[in-house]
């Protein structure tokens, strides 16, 4: 069972109630909820905030390939994800990503959660920009796609 959708902040907020009722079931024994949000130091930057872009259409696509992949890599068949991701302009301490994941056991969940965000920072077209307090603002480089 798989959710997937890239929000627009301009248009709606992104919220981790939708998440929990999503992943919410009887038949899964261990569910985790990562929120990604925004700190204020990176690369000794005093951070203000990210606006993040996306090619939507193959964010969307990658996120379907890393759910499939974890039935094989890692033989976890029987589980519920949901993945939202945020396109737009959001400040200090605001969610930009939510994966919430439930399985049967829990090391399962942990292993999935982890599988998952790693995943998408390495292969989705998701780009950064931050903006910083003396009003500077700089795209960030992306991770290089590996293609072994």
Partial sequence: MLHTRIIDIKVEKIKSSNAEDFIKSSKYGASIIFTGTVRNINENKEVTGITYDSHDEMVLKSFEEIYKETGDKLDIKDKAVFIEHIKGY??????????????????QAYVLSRYIIEEIKKRSPIWKKEHY????????????????
Avoid: Q
């Fill in 90 to 107: 959001i400040g200090l301490g605001e969610i930009s990503i939510i994966i919430a994941v439930a399985c049967k056991h829990r090391d």
């Fill in 133 to 148: 307090k003396n009003e500077e603002s700089e795209w960030l480089k992306g991770n290089p796609i590996n293609t072994n």
